[in-house]
């Protein structure tokens, strides 16, 4: 088969398994089975933090420029998209249903309002984006921060998207919006990242000087990187805006870009799947520790009956939903101390680790270092390098 | 005139409380190139120890010097420890990692300090007792200046000059300004790094929570995540003022804090909304850094390959 039928066979699988997987989200469920609505709901939150993570992971984890003010331009994104479909979404929804059906009227003025979105995230990008990127470390980390919150000062003073009380948006973004958008950034990300501007990208994390005196024009580089990345940030900020049905500029403050930080460095920064396995984690783990108390006591009254648990631990075991955050930090530096170079380090995960793993025990011989092929292994991070050149 | 010498006090007053908490930032970065973030969190948790300091020792009942005194020295001896603690369990171990990861550790700590006192103690703000009678004083024309600033004013200026007599004159302070040339050179020259490391975290972890007792007698409200936005603005006075540079911290607060209660007082005046309080940190370090990208009173160093 070509290879454009092979791509648009998968695209095609794809599309009709996300409508399945939504159609199953949804309220109504599928064939009269659905996922409660918590977790519908986690499901989505955890796509959008998808989109947030790979994104990030493109300026922070393959150029190497620390942003902190990925929230920024998320809420940029949310809240001009949010502009145009309250004051404009309605009557343009009315006048294009009469041409082209409801349905599809509704999709179409969603999806111009994500473009709107994307594009005005771009556009604050450039302009943080071009007087910052001179600065190196953490002075680009604390500008960026600085921008974020600045942004969200601003916003907090328009009357006209709500100011401090919030924003009613209407609710257009579902399973099937949110997921379609996180293939496409991962899509997007892998194109760039696999691209000769990807190889620039890469080379300037290595070593910027370096790759200058090499002729890549760092600054147009990083400042292209730096684009992309707001705009991807600002389309989750539309489809968060868009799902959620509210805004308020407290859920743009930086500790949401520390949120972001975490997921791709949890993940493995430099590492896509990385960064979507850490954009998972982070939605999922909060949760999973509300409950951790009561499945703990249930599993101790399998084992030695309910009546023989102590008070003081029955006590401590329901108060334990308070103390998920602080679980949630310390699991946070636990894991930094055990394996700082996050779950995947700058690898990729692929299918041929599980036919290497399959392979493995009948005895088949190694190719290359540790069993792996030399082509496999990658290019060794400047991270690790650094790392070595600082322990002497 | 009045009024303007009035904002000048107060913002002086708040600019001199970030001063405090910026040098805390200012000599972590200086010797380990590590953002602090959790320094914010011992401004916090100096504040709360004095708070229960005063109730468990009894000077709560009324304001005496003795109290202030002992719930100062108490709060500063138990952050120090605090962050010697921190530094020592956290920081120590991924010292040799990259930057992103001790930045990971250090939101990581963050966190679960903010988050462990939400959960022990709750997130209401709780009075802090007053142990100063307070009384204001009238200086010319209208304005006023109160017991407690002239008190933050006191304390701050007498702790900067005995940082500055620690840093230069002791053999402890040429350690610290050894290392913070460079590491590994001092660890051959025969300096307990580690325990300069550490020395640091307590001198700046102190300075953090004399400012936290401080504030709290100045705007007796306290609350668990109190230390979040003043961390972050003092964070940013360091930068301003060249971070690693301690004349430099001094100015980056004293700059912000007077910022800041201008926006209040006269933005207005010029359409500036008084929400813009905590943007004009912001505002002013893009400002400084776009034009000197080492901060005011930073040094430049040449890169090489």
């Known amino acids: 088969m070509p290879t454009l039928v092979k791509r648009l066979f998968a695209a095609l699988v794809i599309v009709l398994l996300l409508v399945v997987i939504n159609q199953y989200m949804s309220r109504e469920g599928l064939f009269g089975f659905g996922v409660p609505p918590y977790y519908a709901r986690l499901i989505v939150l955890a796509g959008i933090n998808i989109i947030l993570a790979v994104s990030l992971n493109l300026i922070t984890g393959f150029t190497g420029q620390f942003s902190i003010g990925h929230a920024g331009f998320m809420a940029v994104g949310a809240y001009s ?21 409801a349905t599809l009227a509704h999709a179409l003025i969603f999806l111009l309002a994500i473009v709107v979105g994307s594009i005005v995230a771009a556009l604050a990008g450039l302009i943080v984006g071009i007087p910052s990127l001179r600065l190196r ?3 680009l980390a604390i500008v960026t921060l600085g921008f974020a919150e600045i942004i969200r000062i601003v916003i907090l003073n328009i009357d006209s998207v709500g100011g401090a009380t919030g924003f009613t948006v209407p609710s257009y973004a579902n399973f099937l919006w949110v997921y379609a958008f996180a293939i496409i950034t991962i899509v997007i990300v892998y194109n760039i990242v696999h691209s000769d501007i990807g190889r620039a990208l890469v080379s300037i994390r290595e070593d910027e000087l370096a790759a200058e005196a090499m002729g890549i024009n760092t600054t147009r580089y990083k400042v292209l990187a730096f684009v992309i990345s707001s705009a991807l940030a600002g389309m989750a900020g539309v489809l968060a805006g868009h799902y959620l ?10 500790i949401r870009s520390f949120e972001i930080i975490i997921m791709i460095v949890l993940g493995g920064m430099g590492s896509l799947t990385g960064a979507v396995l850490g954009a998972i984690v982070i939605t999922f783990l909060p949760e999973l520790l509300r409950t951790l108390g009561p499945k703990l006591e249930s599993l101790l009254s399998a084992i030695i009956g309910a009546d023989n648990i102590p008070a003081s631990v029955h006590t401590f075991l ?14 946070l530096i636990l894991i930094m101390l055990t394996r700082p170079q996050g779950i995947m380090g700058t690898r990729e995960f692929s299918l041929s680790w599980l036919k290497r793993a399959r392979r493995r025990p009948e005895g088949d011989k190694p190719v290359g270092e540790q069993g792996v092929s030399i082509a496999e292994q990658g290019p060794r991070s400047a991270i690790d390098r650094k790392k070595e050149i600082e322990n002497g | 005139m009045d009024t303007f010498v009035q904002q000048l006090i107060n913002g002086l007053t708040i600019g001199a409380i970030y001063a405090l908490i910026a040098l805390g930032y200012t000599m ?12 914010g969190d011992i401004y916090m948790v100096g504040a709360f120890v004095g708070y229960f300091l005063a109730f468990q020792l009894g000077f709560a009942a009324g304001p005496s010097v003795v109290g202030l005194t002992v719930v100062l020295i108490g709060s500063m001896i138990a ?19 990259a930057r992103m990861t001790t930045l990971i550790t250090a939101i990581g700590v963050s966190l679960l300090i903010e988050n462990l006192f939400v959960a022990k103690l709750g997130a209401a703000p709780r009075a802090f007792p007053q142990l100063l009678r307070e009384q204001s004083y009238t200086l010319f024309g209208n304005a006023a200046i109160s017991k407690s600033q002239i008190l933050i004013f006191a304390v701050s200026v007498l702790l900067m000059l005995l940082l500055q007599w620690v840093i230069f004159k002791t053999k402890v302070g040429t350690a610290m300004r050894a290392v913070s040339f460079n590491l590994n050179s001092a660890k051959l020259m025969g300096i307990n790094t580690d325990f300069i490391i550490s020395f640091t975290f307590a ?37 301003l003022g060249g971070i690693g540079n301690i004349p430099g911290a001094v100015l980056g607060g004293l700059l912000i804090g007077i910022a800041e209660t201008f926006v209040v007082g006269y933005g207005q005046n010029v359409g500036v909304p008084t929400t813009f309080r905590d943007a004009v940190a912001f505002a002013i370090l893009i400002l400084v850094l776009l034009f000197r990208p080492t901060g005011l009173l930073g040094s430049t160093v040449q890169e090489k390959v």
């Open chain 1, 245 to 254: 049905s509210f805004l308020s500029t407290n859920d743009f403050q930086f």
């Open chain 1, 81 to 101: 998209s949010a502009y145009l479909t309250v004051y404009y979404g309605q009557p343009w929804e009315q006048s294009l249903a009469g041409i082209v059906g």
């Open chain 1, 318 to 331: 329901l108060q334990l939903a308070n103390y998920r955050l602080v679980i949630f930090a310390a699991l």
């Open chain 2, 203 to 239: 001198l700046g972890s102190a300075l953090a929570a004399a400012a936290g007792v401080l504030t709290a007698q100045y705007n007796p409200q306290i609350d668990p995540l109190m230390g979040i936005i003043t961390g972050l603005k003092a964070f940013v006075a360091a930068v």
């Open chain 2, 28 to 39: 972590v970065y200086g010797i380990l190139r590590l953002i602090n973030f959790a320094h």
């Open chain 2, 79 to 97: 952050a120090a420890l605090v962050g010697m603690a921190i530094e020592r369990f956290a920081y120590r171990p991924i010292r040799k990692y």
């Open chain 1, 137 to 139: 470390g953490d002075y």
